[in-house]
Each structure stands twice: as C-alpha cells, then as structure tokens.
DNA sequence: TTGCTGTTGATATGATATAACAACCGATAT
DNA sequence: ATATCGGTTGTTATATCATATCAACAGCAA
C-alpha cells in the first residue's frame, strides 16, 4: 500500500484495473488501444498525478516510443475524448480518469501544495449551476469545475 | 445599445462604469491605475469579450504603449490578482470583470459557438461542492467553474 | 542623501500546442 | 492481387502562451 492522492489504495491493482476498463470499453466501442495510447495511459495510472504533456514524452521518449510533441498529444486527445483521462485546464496537465468506464462527470480537486488532484463528482454543482442559470436562456452542455485548496494530507502536514 | 454577450446593453456607459469603479477602488485601496493597467482595462471593456494577451498587447503595441509580453502580462496579473479581470482557462482568454467593485465569485458561461462569455454566479455550485467533498478533508479555497454550452443568441440563429 | 518599494523597458527563453504532409497498415471491395 | 480508404504513426516546422532576469526609473520615507 502506498500513499498517494488523498488516500491510501493499492497501486498496483489500480493500474491494472485501470488499463483492464479502458481495455474492455475500446473492445466493446470499436476503438483501437494502441500501444502508444496504452502506454500513456498507463504512465498517468503509475504517477497518479496531474502529467504535462511534454512530461509524458520525455517518458516516451526514453523509452523509444516516438520524440515529439504530437506522438504525446495524441493519445492524450484520444483518452481525453474517450473519457480515460482528463485535463486539467488549471496546471495544462493531464490526469488518468479515477473511474474509467463509469459515466461520470468529475469536478476535480487540486491542492495548492502539493499539486495532487483528486476527482470528485459535480452532480450537485452541475444542478446548482443550470438552476443558477436558467433565466439567462444559456445551455449548459459540459461544465469543467477545478476546485483549489489543501488535501487532507497538506493539512495534516501543516498542522505540525 | 448593442448586442454583445448575451444582452443589449448601453456599451459605452459599460466601459465608463467599469472603469470609474476599478478606479473607486484603486482609490480606497491604495493600488496603482496606471496608464497602462487602465488601458488594457479599458481594451478588455470595449470589446467585450474574451482576449489573449498577445491580442491585447497588437493592440498596445498599435498604440506605442509597450511593446513585449511581460507588459500585457503585467497589467493582467494586476487586474486578475484584484478581481477588476477574469482569465478564462479554458480559453486562455481573459475578460474584464461584469461586477467590479462588487466581491463575488464568478462562474463563466462560455458558448462554444460564438466564444462569448458571460458571468454567473457559483454560489450555489460553490455551496454544493462543498458539501459534496465534506467528507473527503478537502478543504475549498477558490473554486473554477467554466460551462460549456450555447447562448441565447446561438441558440436563436440555430433554431432558423 | 540614502534606501526601499513598486513600476516599466527590454532581451531572452521556456512551456504548451498544433499544422501539414508523407508513410504505413489493416480491412475490404473489385 | 491490387486498389483504395480510414485511421494511425513519423517527422518537420511553427504557432501560441507565459515567465525569468536585470537594468532603469519614479515616489516616498528615514
């Protein structure tokens, strides 16, 4: 067990499971999980954490998997698209989706200190949100919520 | 009166108000209005819309008010770090605040036809958030709220 | 005067992201 | 077998967004 994000899971089965949901979802929907695709997925499952892109590629890079920026970019716009990873429009980074498989719609949690960022739901946001906005005639297809402050663990850590 | 954003609205008096306001509280607040902040301010209230520095600075630089990145840097940070503009993340855009003056805590509507951007308040979405990660430890500081979606007046053109 | 703080001017660089086009590969139609 | 078509990859180049750094200067206070 490791310590990572806001709380302690199993890391290793985290991945796996992961890449095993993605894998069954692109099977089942007719996408081709290439092993590019695969292996940056599988980079943001093991750092767990918000990745820039050119982060990423320095990680394809060594390992002799393609050099340059659209290699990266790529498989991140086909699991962004697919919903297996997200942006995180704040730190222009990338994230691997917490529930891969399940719809969801993820407000994410960033914490100030330690740049973790933890997914919650934003069901009840997004209902505030439409009725806050119902009289100005606006539709509101997709709402992106990045929430800042301190994890758990920070606030521990500063409470010492 | 025009038709910009969402609503008509006296543009002109927009832009007076808008400034008379930042300056108010400048004023109380012993900031500095400068030349430049004021003008980019200024920029950003006549055209009423989202903008990118660089965008920002053509139209300094037209003007023989500075030339280089770090001066519409500058005077963004100024206005984004005292509430007078908003940076849209999404968009890396930034727009001058519809309530200056008043404290609030803005949520933007963005339409994903025409780019415009409106305000709203995230009071309530704030609200549900909150009580949404209650038990997480999670502790919200500042929240980001951008929704996607269409505007009245899109919406209108569509419907022809 | 000296020192301090905040603003501006200017050069350079860093970080993030996309356009464009050729090559390839597997599926399928001829 | 071979043409061709959609999707993916390789590669070069470039566009776009943002900051580090340091010198100059202006206002103000000790």
Redo the contacts between chains.
Sequence with gaps: METIG?SKHDHHACIEEGLAAVEATCRRDGLQFTPQRRRVLEILLQEHRAMGAYEILDKLRAEGMGAQPPVAYRALDFLVGNGFAHKI??LNAFIACAHPGARHKP?F?I??KCDSV?E??????????T???SD?????????????????NC?GAEAT
């Design positions: 806001f429009e704040r407000a949690l914490c100030r933890a919650a739901s934003s069901d009840a946001a997004l209902k505030a949100m009725e806050t906005v100005t005639g606006f539709q509101i297809d997709r709402m992106m919520i990045e929430a800042l402050g301190i994890c758990p606030a």
